[in-house]
């Protein structure tokens, strides 16, 4: 019989910054991947999800808005959602096979937390198990302006190993709608974490 490739497993954390719109569309190209996702959703995450994508935008009813969103090709993967109260979780042991994670987007109040070590949620602890145990961590943050504080975080988190991807969209693709930024991010992010992505054509030079 042959041997089936391993599929990837990938955490991904969805905090209170704004870019709800990066969280949803990175996890629906993670799935369109054949990934299996451990997802963790903070408070603030859960409410800007409802504020920037609408009232259908439920956690508990996330495979239904990944598919009306993003069609068919998300169900190639699967999914589970841990509580961020959680800290006996899977992902919060690093004997726990767990290949990378992405915290998209990323609040200052949780880019603190992860800098710090400070493990008070299931999303600090995994991230810091992330680093303990040298795999990748993507964080993508979202401020503006950024005080010398956050800048600081920033900087702990990349001298620790952690890939800083910040929500900042490029123009040189000629966007035509919001989705297509939130495609550019949740690209990178794909990039990142090592995967091909199609989600936006590559700079050809031209
Ligand atoms: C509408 C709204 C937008 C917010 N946008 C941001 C943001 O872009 N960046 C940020 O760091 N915090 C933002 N916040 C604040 C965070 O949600 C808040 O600090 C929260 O405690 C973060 O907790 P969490 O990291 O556990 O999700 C926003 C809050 C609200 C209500």
Same mark, same amino acid.
């Given at each position: ?133 040298? !795999?990748?961590? %993507? ?6 302006? *950024?005080? /010398? $504080? +956050?800048? !600081?975080?920033? %900087? ?6 952690? *890939?800083? /991807? $910040? +929500? ?39």
């Amino acid at each position: 019989m042959t041997e089936q490739p391993k599929r990837r497993r990938i955490a991904v954390a969805v905090t209170g910054a704004s870019g709800a719109i990066y969280a949803v569309r990175t996890i629906a190209a993670l799935l369109e991947a054949g990934c299996e996702l451990e997802l963790v959703f903070s408070d603030y995450g859960k409410r800007l999800l409802l504020d920037e994508l609408g009232p259908e935008a439920k956690v508990d009813r996330l495979a239904e808005l990944m598919t009306a969103r993003y069609g068919d090709g998300v169900t190639r993967g699967s999914f589970v959602i841990h509580s961020n109260k959680d800290l006996g979780a899977t992902l919060a042991s690093g004997s726990h096979r767990c290949d990378a994670m992405v915290i998209v987007p990323c609040s200052m109040k949780t880019l603190a937390g992860v800098s710090l070590g400070l493990s008070r949620s299931l999303i600090e602890r995994a991230a810091d198990v992330m680093l303990k145990e040298q !795999r990748r961590l %993507v964080l993508v943050p979202r401020e503006t302006p *950024m005080s /010398l $504080p +956050a800048l !600081r975080h920033m %900087v702990a988190c990349a001298e620790a190993g952690a *890939m800083i /991807l $910040p +929500a900042m969209p490029a123009f040189y693709q000629q966007p035509k709608s919001i989705d297509d930024l939130a495609s550019f991010i949740a690209g990178k992010v794909l990039n990142a974490l090592g995967f091909e992505q199609h989600l936006f054509p590559p700079w050809k030079g031209e």
